[in-house]
């Protein structure tokens, strides 16, 4: 997983409240199996209009916001379903903060364990951060010093759970937690097995026999 310790990025606006899963990553794309390609299918809802061509209102349909990084958004972002394709929709979009009043506790749950970061702030720092996008101005997300920092100097200090900070920081899912942090207990099981059990360390010389099937 990558790490993230500071983005510098024109911010989406996109203050509305409720923001469900179903319109982050609508249902019909969840029977992709890999992550890559969904952020065609995020905000498709919002993103076309009913005839099928681009909604040129839309934030993510305009040029200004093309490779922005940090989305900004309400209360409630995530809710409605514990659909993981959401996340990796925004994260294959380049997405790499969301910055709301709120989030579902699912949502932000799968967001760090997919490298995305989400800050909570107030609806006056939101709409700030906001209208810094709107004039295409950069806003600076550290999570080191976990703080959001305006053009002007305008800094917005955020609090996150110092594990979830430590994973996004270091770039570790649970699968590199567990590495890193139990790398002499795996060592030493594995040694064990090796002696115990050498049959399962040797690779096959020969075709199983399937008498003939």
């Known amino acids: 997983m990558e790490p993230f310790r500071k983005l510098t990025s024109i911010p989406i606006p996109l203050l509305r409240d409720n923001i469900d ?14 992550r890559k390609g969904l952020g065609k299918g995020a ?17 993510l349909n305009q040029s200004r916001y093309e490779g922005a990084r940090i989305l900004v958004a309400g209360r409630n972002f995530g809710c409605g379903s514990s659909r993981e394709h959401a996340v990796w929709g925004l994260v ?8 709301a009043e709120s989030f579902a506790d699912i949502f932000a749950s799968n967001a760090f364990k997919n490298g995305l970061l989400t800050v909570a702030l107030a609806r006056p720092a939101l709409e700030r951060i906001a209208a810094e ?30 594990f979830r900070r430590r994973c996004l920081l270091e770039g570790l899912d649970e699968i590199g937690l567990t590495l890193q942090d139990h790398a002499e ?3 030493a099981f594995e040694a064990r097995q090796r002696e115990e059990a050498p049959w399962l360390w040797t690779t096959p010389t020969t075709d199983i026999d399937t008498g003939g099937v």
């Open 185 to 187: 207990t795996i060592r």
């Open 92 to 99: 294959d979009l380049g997405i790499r903060a969301v910055i």
């Open 21 to 34: 899963t179903d319109i982050i990553m609508p249902a019909r794309y969840l029977k992709a199996v890999t």
């Open 43 to 59: 905000f498709e809802n919002w993103r076309l209009k009913p005839d099928g061509t681009p909604d040129p209102d839309f934030p």
């Open 133 to 162: 996008g709107e004039a295409g101005r950069p806003v600076t997300v550290d999570l080191e010093a976990q703080k959001v920092a305006l053009a002007d100097g305008t800094v917005f200090a955020f609090t996150l759970d110092p």
